[in-house]
Protein backbone atom coordinates (compact mmCIF):
# COMPACT_ATOMS: atom_id res chain seq x y z
CA UNK A 1 0.00 0.00 0.00
CA UNK A 2 2.62 2.53 0.86
CA UNK A 3 4.63 1.77 -2.15
CA UNK A 4 1.43 1.92 -4.17
CA UNK A 5 0.73 5.41 -2.57
CA UNK A 6 4.52 6.65 -3.33
CA UNK A 7 4.42 6.14 -6.63
CA UNK A 8 1.31 7.80 -7.34
CA UNK A 9 2.83 10.95 -5.69
CA UNK A 10 6.15 10.51 -7.20
CA UNK A 11 4.59 10.28 -10.92
CA UNK A 12 1.75 12.57 -10.40
CA UNK A 13 1.54 13.47 -13.99
CA UNK A 14 1.55 9.72 -15.35
CA UNK A 15 -1.21 9.09 -13.43
CA UNK A 16 -3.32 12.37 -13.39
CA UNK A 17 -2.79 11.06 -17.27
CA UNK A 18 -4.70 7.55 -17.30
CA UNK A 19 -7.00 8.85 -14.48
CA UNK A 20 -7.90 11.56 -16.44
CA UNK A 21 -8.65 9.21 -19.66
CA UNK A 22 -10.43 6.62 -17.59
CA UNK A 23 -12.92 9.68 -16.24
CA UNK A 24 -13.26 10.49 -19.93
CA UNK A 25 -14.22 6.93 -20.63
CA UNK A 26 -16.54 6.53 -17.77
CA UNK A 27 -18.41 10.06 -18.35
CA UNK A 28 -19.12 8.70 -22.35
CA UNK A 29 -20.63 5.59 -20.96
CA UNK A 30 -22.56 7.42 -18.44
CA UNK A 31 -24.20 9.32 -21.10
CA UNK A 32 -24.37 6.73 -23.57
CA UNK A 33 -26.08 4.97 -20.96
CA UNK A 34 -28.59 7.67 -20.52
CA UNK A 35 -28.93 8.26 -23.93
CA UNK A 36 -29.27 4.36 -24.66
CA UNK A 37 -32.30 4.61 -21.58
CA UNK A 38 -33.58 7.35 -22.69
CA UNK A 39 -34.04 6.78 -26.44
CA UNK A 40 -35.90 3.50 -25.36
CA UNK A 41 -38.36 5.15 -23.27
CA UNK A 42 -39.46 6.82 -25.64
CA UNK A 43 -39.60 4.14 -28.18
CA UNK A 44 -41.66 2.14 -25.35
CA UNK A 45 -42.86 4.24 -22.62
CA UNK A 46 -46.81 3.61 -23.72
CA UNK A 47 -46.70 -0.18 -24.73
CA UNK A 48 -45.26 -0.47 -20.66
CA UNK A 49 -47.65 1.82 -19.78
CA UNK A 50 -50.80 -0.28 -21.00
CA UNK A 51 -49.24 -3.12 -18.14
CA UNK A 52 -50.97 -6.51 -20.94
CA UNK A 53 -49.24 -9.50 -19.64
CA UNK A 54 -49.70 -10.72 -23.49
CA UNK A 55 -50.25 -8.77 -27.15
CA UNK A 56 -51.19 -10.45 -29.84
CA UNK A 57 -50.39 -9.54 -33.10
CA UNK A 58 -52.10 -10.94 -36.77
CA UNK A 59 -49.40 -13.55 -38.25
CA UNK A 60 -46.63 -12.17 -40.47
CA UNK A 61 -46.87 -12.37 -43.92
CA UNK A 62 -44.34 -14.12 -44.46
CA UNK A 63 -43.73 -17.50 -42.58
CA UNK A 64 -40.38 -16.45 -41.03
CA UNK A 65 -40.92 -13.16 -40.65
CA UNK A 66 -41.63 -10.99 -37.36
CA UNK A 67 -44.93 -9.58 -36.23
CA UNK A 68 -45.04 -5.37 -36.78
CA UNK A 69 -47.11 -3.34 -35.84
CA UNK A 70 -47.07 -1.08 -38.48
CA UNK A 71 -48.33 -4.72 -40.30
CA UNK A 72 -50.82 -6.35 -38.10
CA UNK A 73 -54.19 -5.94 -38.57
CA UNK A 74 -56.07 -8.38 -36.41
CA UNK A 75 -59.75 -9.31 -38.07
CA UNK A 76 -63.16 -10.05 -36.90
CA UNK A 77 -62.71 -13.73 -36.57
CA UNK A 78 -59.28 -13.95 -34.70
CA UNK A 79 -60.78 -11.76 -32.12
CA UNK A 80 -63.47 -14.06 -31.52
CA UNK A 81 -61.35 -16.98 -31.43
CA UNK A 82 -59.82 -15.11 -28.42
CA UNK A 83 -62.75 -14.33 -26.68
CA UNK A 84 -64.38 -17.49 -26.90
CA UNK A 85 -61.00 -19.14 -25.77
CA UNK A 86 -60.37 -16.47 -22.84
CA UNK A 87 -63.51 -14.92 -22.29
CA UNK A 88 -65.10 -11.54 -23.62
CA UNK A 89 -63.02 -9.27 -21.08
CA UNK A 90 -59.78 -11.36 -20.73
CA UNK A 91 -58.64 -9.42 -23.91
CA UNK A 92 -59.11 -5.98 -25.22
CA UNK A 93 -58.50 -4.62 -28.63
CA UNK A 94 -56.12 -1.76 -28.95
CA UNK A 95 -55.69 0.66 -32.18
CA UNK A 96 -52.11 1.81 -32.81
CA UNK A 97 -51.00 4.61 -35.51
CA UNK A 98 -49.33 7.84 -36.29
CA UNK A 99 -50.47 10.76 -38.02
CA UNK A 100 -50.84 14.47 -37.79
CA UNK A 101 -53.27 16.55 -35.25
CA UNK A 102 -54.22 20.13 -35.32
CA UNK A 103 -55.69 22.25 -32.29
CA UNK A 104 -59.24 23.59 -32.87
CA UNK A 105 -61.31 22.89 -35.81
CA UNK A 106 -61.65 23.70 -39.53
CA UNK A 107 -61.49 21.66 -42.81
CA UNK A 108 -58.28 21.13 -44.51
CA UNK A 109 -57.62 23.75 -46.19
CA UNK A 110 -57.51 25.64 -43.05
CA UNK A 111 -55.59 23.21 -41.39
CA UNK A 112 -52.14 25.35 -42.83
CA UNK A 113 -53.02 28.27 -40.06
CA UNK A 114 -53.26 26.15 -37.19
CA UNK A 115 -50.60 24.40 -35.02
CA UNK A 116 -49.96 20.57 -35.92
CA UNK A 117 -47.89 18.17 -34.67
CA UNK A 118 -47.34 14.55 -35.13
CA UNK A 119 -48.70 11.88 -32.46
CA UNK A 120 -49.25 8.45 -31.78
CA UNK A 121 -52.79 7.29 -31.61
CA UNK A 122 -53.62 4.26 -29.23
CA UNK A 123 -57.14 3.44 -29.18
CA UNK A 124 -58.53 1.61 -26.39
CA UNK A 125 -62.15 0.10 -25.54
CA UNK A 126 -63.90 2.43 -23.04
CA UNK A 127 -64.17 0.45 -20.00
CA UNK A 128 -60.29 -0.74 -20.50
CA UNK A 129 -58.25 -2.25 -18.02
CA UNK A 130 -55.14 -1.32 -20.15
CA UNK A 131 -53.14 2.02 -18.91
CA UNK A 132 -54.09 1.99 -15.27
CA UNK A 133 -51.03 3.73 -14.50
CA UNK A 134 -51.25 6.72 -16.56
CA UNK A 135 -50.81 9.47 -14.59
CA UNK A 136 -53.39 12.42 -14.50
CA UNK A 137 -52.56 16.20 -14.85
CA UNK A 138 -56.32 17.05 -15.65
CA UNK A 139 -59.69 15.39 -16.26
CA UNK A 140 -59.52 11.52 -16.28
CA UNK A 141 -57.38 9.21 -18.23
CA UNK A 142 -60.18 6.99 -19.87
CA UNK A 143 -61.51 8.23 -23.20
CA UNK A 144 -65.23 7.80 -24.16
CA UNK A 145 -66.61 7.95 -27.62
CA UNK A 146 -65.71 11.23 -29.80
CA UNK A 147 -63.03 12.03 -26.81
CA UNK A 148 -58.87 12.14 -26.41
CA UNK A 149 -56.63 11.90 -23.75
CA UNK A 150 -53.47 14.20 -24.62
CA UNK A 151 -50.15 13.40 -23.42
CA UNK A 152 -48.36 16.76 -21.71
CA UNK A 153 -46.49 17.65 -24.36
CA UNK A 154 -49.06 17.46 -27.17
CA UNK A 155 -50.93 19.86 -24.82
CA UNK A 156 -48.02 22.28 -24.21
CA UNK A 157 -47.40 21.93 -28.17
CA UNK A 158 -50.60 22.81 -29.10
CA UNK A 159 -52.13 25.28 -26.09
CA UNK A 160 -54.45 22.41 -25.42
CA UNK A 161 -56.57 22.12 -22.11
CA UNK A 162 -59.41 20.15 -21.37
CA UNK A 163 -62.66 20.99 -22.79
CA UNK A 164 -61.20 22.32 -26.16
CA UNK A 165 -61.26 20.02 -29.84
CA UNK A 166 -58.30 18.53 -31.37
CA UNK A 167 -58.17 17.72 -35.07
CA UNK A 168 -56.88 14.07 -35.91
CA UNK A 169 -56.77 12.85 -39.30
CA UNK A 170 -60.55 13.65 -39.88
CA UNK A 171 -61.94 13.40 -36.52
CA UNK A 172 -62.91 15.98 -34.37
CA UNK A 173 -61.97 14.95 -30.66
CA UNK A 174 -62.67 16.69 -27.39
CA UNK A 175 -60.03 16.65 -24.98
CA UNK A 176 -61.55 15.33 -21.73
CA UNK A 177 -57.95 14.74 -20.00
CA UNK A 178 -54.33 15.11 -20.15
CA UNK A 179 -51.67 12.97 -18.72
CA UNK A 180 -47.95 12.63 -18.34
CA UNK A 181 -45.97 12.14 -21.24
CA UNK A 182 -46.49 8.17 -23.01
CA UNK A 183 -44.44 7.54 -26.27
CA UNK A 184 -44.37 5.06 -28.53
CA UNK A 185 -41.55 4.96 -31.66
CA UNK A 186 -40.00 8.75 -30.43
CA UNK A 187 -43.85 10.52 -30.46
CA UNK A 188 -45.94 11.54 -27.78
CA UNK A 189 -49.09 9.93 -27.85
CA UNK A 190 -52.77 10.33 -27.96
CA UNK A 191 -55.04 8.00 -26.36
CA UNK A 192 -58.74 7.98 -28.35
CA UNK A 193 -61.73 5.07 -28.12
CA UNK A 194 -61.81 2.30 -30.13
CA UNK A 195 -65.34 3.49 -31.82
CA UNK A 196 -63.11 6.66 -32.98
CA UNK A 197 -59.90 4.73 -34.08
CA UNK A 198 -61.93 3.26 -37.83
CA UNK A 199 -62.15 7.23 -38.34
CA UNK A 200 -58.58 8.10 -37.64
CA UNK A 201 -56.42 5.45 -39.22
CA UNK A 202 -59.32 3.46 -41.99
CA UNK A 203 -58.09 0.12 -41.54
CA UNK A 204 -59.21 -2.46 -43.60
CA UNK A 205 -62.53 -3.64 -43.79
CA UNK A 206 -62.45 -6.66 -41.84
CA UNK A 207 -59.88 -5.49 -39.12
CA UNK A 208 -61.24 -4.42 -35.82
CA UNK A 209 -57.68 -3.20 -34.09
CA UNK A 210 -54.00 -3.10 -34.91
CA UNK A 211 -53.24 -6.24 -32.30
CA UNK A 212 -54.68 -7.31 -29.27
CA UNK A 213 -54.10 -6.91 -25.87
CA UNK A 214 -54.00 -9.59 -22.34
CA UNK A 215 -54.91 -7.45 -19.48
CA UNK A 216 -52.43 -7.91 -16.91
CA UNK A 217 -55.35 -9.15 -14.81
CA UNK A 218 -55.20 -12.17 -16.81
CA UNK A 219 -51.42 -13.63 -16.22
CA UNK A 220 -51.91 -17.49 -15.35
CA UNK A 221 -51.88 -18.34 -19.30
CA UNK A 222 -49.63 -20.69 -20.01
CA UNK A 223 -47.53 -21.00 -22.66
CA UNK A 224 -48.74 -24.08 -24.13
CA UNK A 225 -52.31 -22.49 -23.51
CA UNK A 226 -50.70 -19.36 -25.71
CA UNK A 227 -49.64 -21.57 -28.20
CA UNK A 228 -52.99 -23.27 -29.09
CA UNK A 229 -54.97 -20.26 -29.19
CA UNK A 230 -52.32 -18.72 -31.70
CA UNK A 231 -52.65 -21.76 -33.64
CA UNK A 232 -56.42 -21.62 -34.02
CA UNK A 233 -56.45 -18.41 -34.41
CA UNK A 234 -53.24 -17.58 -36.97
CA UNK A 235 -52.12 -15.15 -34.59
CA UNK A 236 -48.69 -14.30 -32.75
CA UNK A 237 -48.78 -13.61 -29.19
CA UNK A 238 -45.43 -12.16 -27.56
CA UNK A 239 -45.31 -10.17 -23.82
CA UNK A 240 -44.70 -6.68 -23.40
CA UNK A 241 -40.41 -7.01 -23.66
CA UNK A 242 -41.13 -9.71 -26.74
CA UNK A 243 -43.42 -7.32 -28.60
CA UNK A 244 -40.79 -4.03 -28.21
CA UNK A 245 -38.99 -6.02 -31.00
CA UNK A 246 -42.36 -5.56 -33.18
CA UNK A 247 -41.67 -1.74 -32.91
CA UNK A 248 -40.07 -0.07 -36.39
CA UNK A 249 -36.02 -0.09 -35.95
CA UNK A 250 -36.53 -0.89 -31.86
CA UNK A 251 -33.85 -3.41 -32.50
CA UNK A 252 -31.24 -2.07 -34.72
CA UNK A 253 -31.09 1.28 -32.48
CA UNK A 254 -30.89 -0.27 -29.52
CA UNK A 255 -28.14 -2.89 -30.70
CA UNK A 256 -26.31 0.12 -31.82
CA UNK A 257 -26.03 1.50 -29.00
CA UNK A 258 -25.02 -1.04 -26.66
CA UNK A 259 -22.38 -2.32 -29.15
CA UNK A 260 -21.07 1.05 -28.66
CA UNK A 261 -21.03 0.66 -24.71
CA UNK A 262 -19.22 -2.55 -24.80
CA UNK A 263 -16.49 -0.88 -27.46
CA UNK A 264 -15.85 1.42 -24.79
CA UNK A 265 -15.61 -1.11 -21.72
CA UNK A 266 -13.47 -3.07 -24.10
CA UNK A 267 -11.39 0.31 -24.51
CA UNK A 268 -11.44 1.11 -21.12
CA UNK A 269 -9.72 -2.04 -19.88
CA UNK A 270 -7.52 -1.94 -22.56
CA UNK A 271 -6.38 1.05 -21.52
CA UNK A 272 -5.32 0.03 -18.26
CA UNK A 273 -3.57 -2.50 -19.03
CA UNK A 274 -1.28 -0.56 -21.75
CA UNK A 275 -0.27 1.91 -18.99
CA UNK A 276 -0.09 -0.47 -16.14
CA UNK A 277 2.36 -2.45 -18.62
CA UNK A 278 4.40 -0.19 -19.71
CA UNK A 279 4.66 1.49 -16.11
CA UNK A 280 5.51 -2.06 -14.65
CA UNK A 281 8.33 -2.46 -17.10
CA UNK A 282 9.42 1.00 -16.04
CA UNK A 283 9.82 -0.19 -12.65
CA UNK A 284 11.23 -3.64 -12.70
CA UNK A 285 14.46 -2.78 -11.02
CA UNK A 286 12.77 -1.22 -8.24
CA UNK A 287 11.01 -4.26 -7.67
CA UNK A 288 13.45 -6.16 -7.70
CA UNK A 289 15.31 -4.16 -4.80
CA UNK A 290 12.35 -4.90 -2.65
CA UNK A 291 12.20 -8.67 -3.39
CA UNK A 292 16.05 -8.88 -2.82
CA UNK A 293 14.98 -6.98 0.61
CA UNK A 294 12.80 -9.62 1.30
CA UNK A 295 9.46 -8.44 -0.15
CA UNK A 296 6.92 -11.34 -0.80
CA UNK A 297 5.28 -11.83 -4.43
CA UNK A 298 2.38 -11.91 -3.01
CA UNK A 299 3.10 -8.20 -1.69
CA UNK A 300 4.41 -7.01 -5.07
CA UNK A 301 0.59 -8.09 -6.30
CA UNK A 302 -1.59 -6.79 -3.80
CA UNK A 303 0.51 -3.16 -4.00
CA UNK A 304 0.13 -3.03 -7.81
CA UNK A 305 -3.68 -4.22 -7.68
CA UNK A 306 -4.15 -1.47 -4.99
CA UNK A 307 -2.57 1.22 -6.81
CA UNK A 308 -4.56 0.45 -10.50
CA UNK A 309 -7.78 0.56 -8.23
CA UNK A 310 -7.04 3.89 -6.74
CA UNK A 311 -6.28 5.54 -9.94
CA UNK A 312 -9.20 3.52 -12.04
CA UNK A 313 -11.67 4.48 -8.82
CA UNK A 314 -10.63 8.02 -8.46
CA UNK A 315 -10.80 8.65 -12.36
CA UNK A 316 -14.38 6.91 -12.67
CA UNK A 317 -15.71 8.77 -9.69
CA UNK A 318 -14.73 12.04 -11.63
CA UNK A 319 -15.89 10.86 -14.58
CA UNK A 320 -19.27 9.63 -12.95
CA UNK A 321 -19.46 13.51 -11.29
CA UNK A 322 -18.90 15.22 -14.91
CA UNK A 323 -21.54 12.94 -16.48
CA UNK A 324 -24.17 13.62 -13.93
CA UNK A 325 -23.24 17.20 -14.38
CA UNK A 326 -23.54 16.81 -17.78
CA UNK A 327 -27.14 15.05 -17.51
CA UNK A 328 -29.00 17.45 -15.15
CA UNK A 329 -27.95 20.18 -18.41
CA UNK A 330 -28.89 17.89 -21.15
CA UNK A 331 -31.63 16.38 -19.95
CA UNK A 332 -34.21 18.61 -21.51
CA UNK A 333 -32.96 19.12 -24.84
CA UNK A 334 -32.19 15.20 -25.57
CA UNK A 335 -34.42 11.75 -24.70
CA UNK A 336 -31.81 11.41 -21.44
CA UNK A 337 -32.59 9.09 -18.30
CA UNK A 338 -30.65 9.92 -15.39
CA UNK A 339 -30.61 7.79 -12.48
CA UNK A 340 -28.22 6.71 -9.86
CA UNK A 341 -28.09 3.47 -11.27
CA UNK A 342 -27.53 5.63 -14.65
CA UNK A 343 -24.76 6.77 -13.40
CA UNK A 344 -23.23 3.60 -10.77
CA UNK A 345 -23.39 0.80 -12.79
CA UNK A 346 -21.26 1.98 -15.81
CA UNK A 347 -18.38 3.47 -13.52
CA UNK A 348 -18.10 -0.03 -11.47
CA UNK A 349 -17.69 -1.68 -14.80
CA UNK A 350 -15.16 0.25 -15.97
CA UNK A 351 -13.48 -0.11 -11.90
CA UNK A 352 -14.09 -4.11 -12.20
CA UNK A 353 -13.29 -4.07 -15.88
CA UNK A 354 -9.68 -2.24 -15.28
CA UNK A 355 -8.77 -4.20 -11.80
CA UNK A 356 -9.15 -7.25 -13.66
CA UNK A 357 -7.16 -5.79 -16.75
CA UNK A 358 -4.52 -4.69 -13.73
CA UNK A 359 -4.62 -8.33 -12.60
CA UNK A 360 -3.59 -9.61 -16.20
CA UNK A 361 0.12 -7.28 -15.61
CA UNK A 362 0.44 -8.65 -12.00
CA UNK A 363 2.24 -11.82 -13.70
CA UNK A 364 5.25 -10.09 -14.72
CA UNK A 365 4.87 -8.24 -11.18
CA UNK A 366 5.17 -11.91 -9.82
CA UNK A 367 8.24 -13.13 -11.95
CA UNK A 368 10.37 -10.04 -11.17
CA UNK A 369 14.16 -11.74 -10.09
CA UNK A 370 15.81 -9.83 -7.17
CA UNK A 371 18.80 -10.85 -8.72
CA UNK A 372 18.20 -7.49 -11.21
CA UNK A 373 18.70 -5.55 -8.37
CA UNK A 374 22.43 -6.53 -7.99
CA UNK A 375 23.23 -6.00 -12.02
CA UNK A 376 22.09 -9.12 -12.86
CA UNK A 377 20.19 -10.31 -16.50
Known amino acids: MYLSLRDITFAKGRFALIGGVVALITMLLVLLTGLTNGLSQQNTSALERLGASQIVFS ?26 ALGGGAVERLGVTQTRAESGTGDAQQSSSQTATSVAVFSVETDTELAPGLNVIEGRSNPGAGEVILSSMIAEDLDLAQGDTLRVSSSELTVAGVVEDEFY ?33 VSDLSTEALATVNDQAGTVSADTQGAFNALPAYQSERGSLLMMQGFLYGISALVVVSFLTVWTIQRTRDLAVLRALGSSRGYLVRDALTQAAIVVSLGAIAGGMAAWAGGLLIGNAVPFVLTPLTVAVPALGVVGLGVAGAALTTRRVSRVDPLLALGGN
Open 59 to 84: APAEADGDPSFTESGITAAELDIWEE
Open 185 to 217: SHVPVVWTSTEDFEAIAHPGEDTVATVLAVPAS
